[in-house]
């Protein structure tokens, strides 16, 4: 047997939308999102979890996030030395992809492949994963591409949160609050519309712990019984949420693997400190059958 090392014909960068797990291929350099509280902008990067929710909770004033700058990219694709493949937050939620497709035109030398990944969080680390174990086999882009779309379709992300006052806050409510008819007291299960790859709401309930077991409901509803399940859970400022939606699941599906991420302030911006969330998708993964 041969005892070479396959040469890795790409390499891989996302952005700030990534939840990131330590189990899976996700080690990757990112363009980073912005906080902007008022008139002060830092990188999200540069906030302690701590100190992030306690100015979040404080609300004065509420912030906002700014997407990757080109130059950020830009920073990233002239430090290659392969080819380049990004893998963004959904277009839908983020101007991410568009600031990829700017600093692609200013580092031509750099042959660079964009990937939407039509989603965020956990299920962004579910396809950077697949991106990332192509890579690692030497295989090429375009089966990095395959293997992401697979997994894509594949995954689905929901989360909920205990209330939808930073989704207010934030702007970013729409057609969540539309489907809920502005009941501010009921807590949602959000998904991301696979067409759109927006904000959604898929389900309801009146108390946190409804919420919860909402949550694997929908996980049971899209796969059926039974099925075995890959689970990337997320919590908020604790995990103890997310370990009961764990459970829940547990009783009715074999669990393959299961791995768990806070929540970054990309997203926690708009979720707020009390939110549980997880990308779901069934067997192993695609590459394995």
Avoid: C
Avoid at 211 to 239: D, F, K, M, W
């Amino acid at each position: 047997m041969s005892d070479a090392v396959t040469e890795p014909q790409f390499d891989v960068i996302s952005d700030g939308g990534l939840d990131a797990y330590a189990e899976l291929n996700n080690r990757v350099e990112v363009a980073p999102f912005s906080l902007n509280f008022g008139s002060e902008t830092r990188l999200a990067s540069d906030f302690t979890r701590e100190d992030f929710f306690r100015r979040l909770k404080a609300g004065t004033p509420h912030p906002t996030t700014s997407q990757p700058t080109p130059q950020a990219y830009v920073t990233l694709l002239e430090q290659a030395v392969r080819p380049m493949l990004a893998v963004t937050i959904s277009s839908g939620l983020s101007g991410s992809l568009n600031a990829a497709e700017q600093a692609r035109t200013l580092v031509p030398r750099t042959q660079t492949t964009l990937h939407d990944s039509r989603t965020l969080s956990a299920a962004q680390a579910f396809q950077v994963h697949a991106a990332m174990t192509a890579r690692q086999m030497g295989h090429s882009i375009q089966t990095a591409l395959d293997w992401m779309q697979r997994v894509g379709e594949q995954t689905e992300l929901y989360f909920t949160i205990e209330t939808l006052e930073y989704l207010k806050r934030g702007g970013r409510i729409g057609r969540v609050q539309a489907t809920l008819g502005g009941l501010l007291n009921l807590k949602p299960v959000v998904t991301v519309d696979k067409k759109t790859g927006a904000y959604t709401n898929v389900g309801r309930a009146r108390a946190w712990k409804g919420a919860l077991e909402a949550v694997a409901n929908q996980v049971t509803s899209r796969y059926g019984e039974g099925t075995p399940l890959r689970l990337g859970l997320l919590y908020g400022e604790t995990r103890d949420s997310a370990e009961i939606v764990l459970a829940h699941l547990r009783g009715r599906h074999p669990i393959v693997w299961s791995g768990f991420a806070p929540v970054n302030p990309v997203l926690a911006v708009h979720t707020g400190p009390s939110a549980v969330g997880l990308a779901a998708a069934p067997g192993g993964w695609p590459w394995e059958s």
